[in-house]
């Protein structure tokens, strides 16, 4: 059983590039800033966590979350801030580690680190990395990540990075430094992540939460057959809100097209249909789209379903503009999360 007082709600974006009010594309500086913005007004409603996710492609403006987190960290209070997520695999986790620390102490202990393999491999081959090592690459850095996360000189050696040895990493975080893994479902990332003792965060961007119910319970059984104690389990998945239900959809579907669109051409997916949205808005779907009441009955629904202590709605798609994205966070804050503790009640 969740307990209501416990349960975080949270955003998370990509920085997707957006249009404006009047249908032009803005240029990613102007995202970039306008994510700042997204950011304080989510610590203005009382919302728990705003997650930036890393891109190295022309559809995202934020390919170094690190540095758009610590310019959110300046002008809020409350939220606590991360990456939605980091790839582990084409980056140095001492480097991964030193700029997360660095945020801890600029954001006065609200950092976190969401850690994955990435579903995009622009990274890969920008940083010199062989896609053949894709599985070995994040299972060592993992690894790697997990010991420094102690905070103490670290001996450790690999397959493809060069060995350490009493290293010691600075600067020390004061009260250490919350990480997770983020998870698209193979039971394969669900026990990795139990192993090394991170917090699983479910991506869920299709399908049904109840689908995902036996990874929560591999993850518990995993962490009872590790000896470690319970960690949380956090949803991530994208949404929108407005006044009602139609009006939500009329407003997501446009970015939702044409993000699919383009990452379909790449991947051989059908072209995308309103048709196949109103399916995915609905409580079959992975969308969570439509009226504070309706988004919030089917956030609840999720939390009770899989046990999770955090829902994180990915509040960016395509091209819908800051403006629209901006009410929504304000609808998600004021409305939806009171909402939602009064039905997990």
């Known amino acids: 059983m969740t307990d209501p007082s416990t349960v975080e709600l949270g955003l998370d974006t990509f920085g997707d590039i957006t249009r404006d009010e009047a249908g032009e594309l803005v240029s990613g500086a102007q995202t970039i800033r306008d994510v700042v913005e997204q950011a304080v007004l989510a610590d203005q409603s009382g919302l728990a966590f705003f997650g930036v996710g890393e891109h190295h492609r022309r559809e995202f403006a934020i390919s170094s979350p690190e540095i758009v987190l610590a310019a959110a960290a300046a002008s809020t209070e409350r939220i606590h801030l991360g990456t939605a997520v980091t790839v582990l695999s084409s980056d140095d986790p001492v480097r991964v580690y030193e700029r997360f620390a660095t945020l801890d102490a600029v954001s006065n202990g609200r950092a976190e680190v969401i850690l994955g393999r990435g579903s995009f491999i622009e990274s890969f081959p920008l940083f010199g990395y062989d896609l053949r090592d894709y599985e070995t690459l994040f299972d060592e850095k993992l690894d790697l990540f997990s010991r420094l996360l102690d905070e103490t000189p670290v001996t450790w050696e690999g397959t493809l990075r060069a060995p350490l040895s009493e290293a010691d990493v600075y600067p020390k975080t004061e009260n250490g ?15 990795r992540a139990a192993r090394h003792g991170y917090g699983l965060m479910l991506a869920i961007i299709g399908g049904p939460s109840a689908r995902f119910r036996p990874f929560a319970d591999l993850y518990h059984r995993s962490l009872e057959s590790f000896g470690r104690d319970r960690l949380p389990i956090g949803v991530h998945s994208p949404g929108h809100i407005a006044a009602t239900d139609q009006q939500a959809w009329d407003e997501a579907y446009a970015g939702f097209e044409a993000m699919n669109n383009t990452i379909g051409r790449e991947r051989g997916w059908p072209p995308y249909s309103r048709m196949r949205f109103q ?11 439509g009226s504070p009441e309706t988004v919030a009955r089917k956030i609840a629904t999720t939390v009770q379903t899989l046990g999770a202590s955090r829902f ?13 994205m901006m009410r929504s966070i304000e609808l998600y804050g004021t409305q939806v999360a009171p909402l939602v503790r009064d039905m997990l009640s």
């Open 177 to 191: 430094l919350k990480a997770w893994v983020g998870v698209g479902g193979t039971p394969e990332s669900v026990v």
């Open 279 to 289: 399916h995915d808005v609905g409580p079959e779907g992975a969308l969570y789209v």
């Open 312 to 324: 994180d709605m990915k509040f960016s798609t395509g091209t819908l503009s800051h403006a629209k």
